[in-house]
């Protein structure tokens, strides 16, 4: 089964009872989120919001050995605006130093490893895609490579 538990503030309190017996968790963040403020916060920026929500989640103890996989979405986006809204130029992201989508990409993705406690739990446990939700060939293949995830972790689990 697949619960989508909405990323809106609202929608939060809803997740608990949800998590026993969780075998994985995809964590959906939008990269081209990162020069916008929330719906709800006008103040908060999105990308922050998301790398503080995995961080809460991630921590939690339902989720200790359980395999997390990150979606980085709407990379096409994200490449699009590179050029016309610099991360650097963002007060959250001023210590950004890079230049290229390759760059771009891997600084965001140490956000959300630097929210794991040790760097061992990230390489046992995170599972990153960059994806576009819009590329059919891309989501076969993500869905595809969490499927082998999560069976493997539950091969493990029974043997």
């Known amino acids: 089964e697949i619960y989508d538990v909405g990323g809106q503030r609202?929608?939060?309190k809803k997740w608990?009872?949800?998590f026993d017996d969780v075998t994985a968790v995809i964590f959906v963040a939008a990269l081209s989120g990162y020069d916008q403020m929330l719906q709800e916060d006008r103040r908060m920026n999105r990308l922050v919001e998301a790398v503080a929500l995995f961080r809460t989640i991630i921590?939690?103890?339902a989720?200790?050995?359980v395999p997390i996989m990150l979606f980085l979405n709407k990379k096409d986006l994200?490449?699009?605006k590179l050029p016309h809204s610099r991360i650097q130029d963002q007060k959250e992201f001023a210590d950004y130093t890079g230049n290229s989508y390759e760059q771009a990409t891997t600084y965001f993705e140490?956000?959300?490893q630097d929210?794991?406690?040790t760097k061992g739990d990230a390489k046992k446990n995170l599972y990153v895609?960059?994806?576009n939700a819009t590329d059919t060939t891309n989501v076969k293949f993500v869905w595809a490579s969490c499927a082998k995830i999560i069976l493997a972790q539950n091969f493990e689990e029974w043997h």
Do not use: A, I, V, Y
């Open 115 to 117: 929210c794991f406690p």
């Open 10 to 12: 609202s929608e939060r």
């Open 78 to 80: 994200f490449q699009e």
């Open 59 to 61: 921590t939690h103890s």
């Open 16 to 18: 608990f009872p949800l």
């Open 129 to 131: 895609h960059t994806t």
């Open 63 to 65: 989720f200790e050995n």
């Open 110 to 112: 140490q956000k959300f």
